[in-house]
């Protein structure tokens, strides 16, 4: 299974609601990161778990909030979100960061009224 | 920090045709991984291919090669043989080999393919 897999495809909140995006792999991989893409723009980096572990929060505002609760799960939860979070969030897993084996998931498509 | 440059936002070519993607970057590293990754409409990255900077050799896979120059900082994509499954936005990407969890992406290449 050389599968990451994102649920939801896609999540229509509004500002104040709470929801959670979810993240999955069963590769054995020990690093797990969070990505941020508006449209028409590269990815962005929000967050890297190493080993369970936060290891990089690029200065992400506290309305997200990561959590992984076991090696093969990943979880972003979402509370107060502004329109302007409204994005592609994808998720990507790789064995103790070597990007040559890394594998991401479709995303989710979010959108924030 | 490191920066990734794609000055090309869309480029075409003709099926079978080949065509060369253009990436530069910027570091003061001198052991780093360079990737190639593909992101169709379906909106999954793929990794197309990766170059390690210590190897002199250009990556290869299949249809798809790169031309590494390291001391110019550059790395294009070159697709031979283009087929309408080639359709994607292309990104460069880099990575440290020394805490190399951050990937930096550059803006990024659209490629159409022209039945």
């Known amino acids: 299974d050389t599968e990451v897999t994102q649920t939801p495809k896609h999540l229509v909140m509004g500002m104040t609601n709470k929801k959670s995006l979810k993240c999955e792999q069963h590769?054995?991989?020990?690093?797990m990161y969070w990505y941020k893409q508006k449209a028409k723009k590269p990815p962005e980096l929000m967050f890297v778990y190493s080993y369970e572990k936060l290891s990089i929060n690029e200065s992400v505002p506290s309305r997200f909030s990561p959590e992984c609760p076991n090696s093969s799960l990943l979880n972003l939860h979402l509370h107060a979100l502004q329109p302007e979070d409204s994005a592609l969030y994808l998720c990507a897993s790789s064995q103790d960061g070597d990007w040559g084996e890394a594998f991401f998931g479709q995303g989710t498509r979010l959108t924030v009224v | 920090a490191q920066t990734v440059t794609q000055s090309q936002p869309e480029m075409s070519v003709q099926e079978a045709e080949t065509v060369t993607l253009s990436c530069t970057y910027d570091?003061?590293?001198?052991?780093?991984?360079l990737f190639w990754y593909k992101q169709p409409p379906s909106r999954q990255m793929i990794l197309v291919i990766r170059q390690e900077a210590y190897k002199q050799q250009n990556a290869t896979e299949n249809r798809f090669s790169v031309n590494f120059q390291k001391a110019a900082k550059s790395f294009s994509l070159k697709i031979s043989d283009s087929q309408l499954g080639d359709a994607a936005m292309y990104f460069c990407?880099?990575?440290?080999?020394?805490?190399?969890?951050?990937?930096?992406f550059g803006t990024g290449t659209r490629l159409t393919i022209i039945p």
């Open positions: 590769m054995g991989h020990r690093a």
């Open positions: 990407a880099y990575s440290s080999n020394f805490g190399n969890e951050k990937l930096t």
């Open positions: 570091t003061s590293e001198s052991d780093y991984y």
